[in-house]
């Protein structure tokens, strides 16, 4: 069982940086996409970024548009990791923020996929 691990989170003024990491168990560079998702309380669960691998060391990278720009999404094969590294923050980026993957081939990931493996989560608090 492909095991995800997120680390990174924390309290942040608003205005300020934060980058998430996401260690997987099994190698990203075998995996069709990558992402991001977060939930606030009370608000449904909403994909902030995701990264589909192309072949080789190419890939094509979306954002949702609530993210306005400030949030980047970026691997590290060597070190099998993920990243997301959020600037300029806003207290409405305040969630749990979780990984997500999908080694399955031609698949998705989108949040209803069964295929999707997922971390346990970290938590962003942004502070006004």
């Known amino acids: 069982q492909v095991q995800l691990v997120e680390s990174g989170g924390g309290s942040v003024q608003a205005g300020g940086s934060l980058r998430l990491s996401c260690a997987a168990s099994a190698s990203y560079a075998s995996s069709t996409c990558m992402a991001w998702f977060r939930q606030a309380p009370g608000k449904e669960r909403e994909r902030v970024a995701v990264l589909y691998i192309n072949g080789g060391r190419t890939y094509t990278t979306f954002y949702a548009s609530s993210t306005g720009g400030r949030f980047i999404i970026s691997r590290d094969n060597a070190k099998n990791t993920l990243y997301l590294q959020g600037n300029t923050l806003i207290p409405e980026d305040t969630a749990m923020y979780y990984c997500?993957?999908?080694?399955?081939?031609?698949?998705?990931?989108?949040?209803?996929?069964?295929?999707?493996?997922w971390g346990q989560g970290t938590q962003v608090t942004v502070s006004s």
């Open positions: 997500a993957a999908n080694w399955e081939p031609d698949s998705t990931c989108d949040g209803d996929n069964k295929s999707l493996r």
